[in-house]
């Protein structure tokens, strides 16, 4: 049973803004946040004492009776050294902590999503390679924003506030020049920031479609080679390549800009401190506390400074890491919306009788819509399937066959219906018209049935009695023959024959076949069908098949028949 995914929204029930939802998904895990601003704190704190115990040592040098005690200054200084990086260290350790915590619920919500969504409405809504790219590239450029912009934002507070706290009780005058000039920064990181956030959307938006693209020509190789089309695919995916080049580009000159900026007010802020406390020291004002100021305050003061702004220059580094988080997470949020069906599959689908006599499949009054359509796919239907049965879903195309072996499946949750399976009946095995194999050995296909090592001697004779064996030419290195991309060296039929033989080796009793014979020609069929129903028998497997061959339906003793755009199916 499907778990449904969390939906972000406001108070109000709308959807959130990308800012709100980046907040909603660290909630969870704000300990992280609070260990970072603590950590945030006692660095800064250590900082100022830093400061103060080498403007002391140098003023009482210089100027003391009795020079200080240079051991313990130095012994402190090394203390004071220790405790501020270790904390600067346990504050990084705490922001990608949040990072890592974020991004593994993430995609663990972006997984059950996907099977709340169920592989047919999904396979309609995206393309693999986009959802393969927000699954991981997506969700990747989160980290910066957990990782360094939120630690750094809260040093841009805590530790200029307590700078400031420590310069005002010395010399309020130099505390107003750090005050007068840190706002200039963040309004022009704001000027800067409005562009940025743009940028990286359609950055974002082209790896996304670049990355279907990508794997869409991937699939479609061995027909782009037959179409004599390669080339032509070639410099088209080259000039989409350059097309993102560019905007990377664009995004990486934004992110130059704004630290540029961010160093030169800085630079200047601090030069304006410097030369009120030299002027102030030379004598040449006297107003407020500059008459009285000293060698202890100016270097105090001047060694603070740095470390004023040093926060602002971090934040500015890491700006561009939230216009990246922001719209990551307008492509994110959309992905984890709830789907518009009226009833959720946990509340569609109930538990079975564990009898043994209980049908392994029950559907009663399931109805099924797709989105755009007005005419349902299935409407109200009603159907018992029971061990060892062979069912076949008939009716012309169009009719639901497809749509209601997903239903069986789970791959497609009913917008109203009861769904109730058997314990037995809860992991099947599928096999459709073009029976996928990946790219690598047939050992590697086959061991796809289970988690456990598969024995060779298992998978030759699951391959034996699938009509295939090890012996036949077309395996020329047995289990050790590559399959390349279109199920390259396999015809359709042995490639089906390796479909079955996974499926026997899985285990399942329940088997869900959608059209496995329609790209078979008629001998390869009546082979192919002799061995699956032979293994049925054997087996005790219970078949539901969706096809609208007639040899299918003369060897399925029931058979349902739909007939498209209609609610009424009448079991035969």
């Not at 797709?370 to 005419?375: A, I, K, L, N």
Request: glycine share 6%; with cysteine.
């Amino acid at each position: 049973m499907t778990e449904p995914a969390t939906t972000d929204t406001h108070a109000t029930g709308e959807r959130a803004s990308p800012g709100q939802w980046l907040h909603t998904r660290q909630q969870p895990h704000r300990r992280w946040l609070v260990l970072s601003a603590a950590s945030t704190l006692v660095a800064t704190l250590a900082t100022i004492a830093l400061a103060g115990l080498v403007a002391w040592a140098v003023h009482g040098t210089l100027f003391a009776a009795d020079a200080p005690y240079l051991p313990g200054i130095l012994l402190g200084g090394l203390v004071l050294l220790a405790l501020r990086y270790s904390a600067q260290a346990l504050r990084d350790l705490a922001g990608h902590r949040l990072a890592f915590a974020v991004k593994q619920q993430l995609r663990a919500d972006l997984l059950r999503q996907a099977r709340h969504t169920g592989p047919t409405r999904l396979a309609g809504q995206t393309t693999a390679g986009a959802w393969a790219e927000q699954f991981q590239t997506r969700v990747d450029d989160l980290t910066g924003y957990y990782a360094r912009y939120l630690p750094a934002r809260q040093a841009v507070i805590l530790t200029p506030l307590a700078i400031l706290v420590a310069a005002l009780w010395l010399d309020w005058l130099a505390a107003l020049l750090l005050l007068l000039a840190a706002p200039l920064i963040p309004a022009f990181m704001a000027i800067v920031g409005m562009g940025a956030e743009q940028i990286h959307r359609r950055q974002q938006e082209e790896e996304n479609r670049l990355a279907g693209h990508f794997l869409d020509r991937i699939r479609t190789l061995d027909w782009l080679r037959r179409a004599r089309a390669i080339a032509a695919t070639e410099a088209e995916v080259v000039e989409r390549s350059h097309q993102q080049r560019r905007l990377t580009m664009r995004t990486l000159r934004v992110a130059f800009l704004s630290s540029a900026i961010m160093e030169f007010f800085s630079a200047v802020a601090i030069g304006m401190v410097a030369i009120y406390i030299g002027f102030a020291l030379f004598g040449a004002i006297d107003y407020g506390p500059a008459g009285d100021i000293t060698l202890f305050t100016g270097l105090f003061i001047l060694l603070l400074a740095p470390e004023y702004f040093l926060p602002l220059r971090q934040f500015a580094q890491s700006y561009h890491d939230r216009a990246g988080a922001l719209a990551a997470a307008q492509t994110l949020a959309p992905a984890l919306a709830s789907p518009s069906d009226p009833m959720d599959p946990a509340e569609a689908s109930a538990p079975a009788d564990e009898d043994a006599a209980a049908p392994w499949l029950q559907l009663e009054g399931v109805t099924v819509h797709y989105p755009g359509q007005r005419t349902p796919a299935l409407a109200d239907l009603d159907l018992a399937v029971h061990a060892g049965a062979h069912l076949a879903l008939t009716g012309p195309s169009g009719s639901g066959k497809s749509t209601l072996l997903a239903v069986c499946a789970g791959f497609l949750p009913p917008a109203t219906g009861t769904i109730r399976r058997h314990p037995m009946a809860r992991h099947f095995a599928w096999i459709d018209q073009d029976a996928h194999l990946f790219h690598g050995s047939l050992r590697e296909n086959l061991q796809l049935a289970r988690r456990d090592t598969i024995p060779d001697a298992e998978m030759a004779s699951a391959l034996q009695q699938a009509g295939l064996p090890l012996e036949a030419p077309e395996l020329p290195d047995g289990l050790d023959t590559a399959i390349g991309e279109a199920q390259h060296g396999l015809s359709g039929g042995q490639a089906q024959r390796v479909a079955v033989a996974r499926a026997l080796l899985s285990g399942h009793r329940l088997w869900l076949l959608d059209e496995p014979t329609s790209a078979l020609d008629p001998d390869t069929e009546q082979a192919l069908l002799d061995t699956l129903f032979q293994l049925a028998d054997v087996r005790g497997l219970t078949l539901v098949i969706a096809s609208h061959h007639a040899a299918i339906h003369q060897r399925c003793p029931q058979r349902l028949e739909l007939a498209p755009a209609t609610p009424e199916a009448h079991h035969a």
